[in-house]
């Protein structure tokens, strides 16, 4: 099955600063690259994603880069705000099964 | 418009006890999920459902039962609790969006519901 690694698991940064977190996953199969962030007492909500056909997206200061071949995406989050702290998760699609990982706690600090 | 519903939200059980977690979804999505989270690990697929009356395993789904008898329910039961059991399950649904043979449909979350087992 899919295996999907995240770092780094937390990730503390100024308030204005530059955060990314990079996920590696396992399944060349795998086409579809979901972002969902986790606030505190919550469910986890989408964010953004991308497709295996796509290498960039962006979404205001919220940005997605995929690498296929290294079978490597990261997150980018550019001006970070206190509102921006929470728990993040990438997960890998393959067929009907979305696989998570690991979560990255990010912390901003005003 | 109340999205996706868990109850309970929260509830201890001794080791042996059953239970049952319902899911409620009123967006009329084909496709419902359990997911356990556990500290460090992310959200782990317990089982899944692709449309009313079909189920299929995920991940880790040894000690878990499911059934979507309808579209808008998704079940999952604890035939005997264990410890190991202890977690935070979180039910989702999504639309279908197909793409490439996968769906990429938008997962939405209930709120999660927190078991433990002594």
């Known amino acids: 099955g899919e295996n999907v690694e995240q770092h780094p698991s937390t990730l503390s940064v100024q308030e204005g600063d530059s955060a990314v977190i990079k996920c590696t996953y396992s399944?060349?199969?795998?086409?579809?690259f979901p972002w969902y962030k986790q606030e505190l007492g919550k469910g986890p909500q989408l964010i953004i994603d991308i497709r295996s056909n796509v290498g960039e997206k962006k979404d205001q200061r919220i940005a997605v880069t995929l690498n296929k071949t290294a079978k490597h995406f990261s997150l980018h989050i550019t001006e970070t705000q206190p509102e921006d702290s929470a728990v993040y998760f990438c997960a890998a699609n393959r067929r009907n099964m979305l696989t998570f990982g690991g979560g990255t706690r990010l912390m901003v600090k005003p | 418009n109340a999205g996706v519903t868990q109850t309970p939200k929260f509830r201890v059980l001794k080791t042996g006890q059953s239970m049952t977690l319902l899911c409620a979804q009123d967006m009329n999505h084909e496709y419902m999920y359990w997911y356990r989270q556990d500290p460090g690990m992310g959200l782990r697929l317990i089982h899944y459902?692709?449309?009313?009356?079909?189920?299929a395993k995920g991940e880790v789904p040894d000690g878990y039962n499911v059934s979507r008898l309808k579209k808008q329910n998704f079940l999952l039961g604890l035939e005997s609790a264990a410890p190991s059991q202890t977690s935070v399950y979180f039910c989702?649904?999504?639309?279908?969006?197909?793409?490439?043979?996968?769906?990429?449909?938008?997962?939405?979350f209930g709120e999660g519901s927190r078991l433990t087992v002594l």
């Open positions: 459902s692709v449309g009313e009356g079909t189920t």
């Open positions: 399944d060349s199969a795998s086409n579809y």
């Open positions: 989702a649904s999504s639309y279908l969006r197909s793409s490439g043979g996968s769906n990429t449909g938008e997962l939405f």
